[in-house]
């Protein structure tokens, strides 16, 4: 959802929940909540998966839908662990390497 004003509509008509509440629903601190909204979460595909939201005065606000919305687009995205030691990295590169030796590309 791009427009703004929509997010807001269908957020206001599923019922609006503080951060506080939020974070009671899903187990994790306000902050986490927040951020959620704010910047989202990068799932192992790269892709951003942002908790539907908007600031009303000072407070940040969202429904237990969107919530819901939120784990679901989580759900489903492959399980890859990044290559983290040298070794590892030197490993798939090699491995990598082969791969193009036997295509003949190079």
């Given at each position: ?60 606000r969202t ?38 030796d036997a295509?003949?590309?190079?």
């Open positions: 959802m791009n427009d703004p004003t929509c997010e807001i509509e269908q957020l206001t008509e599923e019922g609006l929940i503080g951060m506080a509440e939020a974070s009671t629903i899903i187990r994790r601190h306000p902050a986490t909540v927040t951020r959620w909204v704010l910047t989202g979460v990068r799932l192992a595909s790269g892709r951003r998966v942002r908790l539907q939201g908007f600031r009303l005065g000072g407070s940040i429904s237990r839908p969107a919530i819901t919305r939120f784990i679901a687009a989580q759900q489903g995205e492959p399980a890859e662990t990044p290559i983290t030691t040298p070794a590892a990295r030197r490993r798939a590169d090699a491995a990598a390497e082969a791969v193009l295509a003949g590309i190079k």
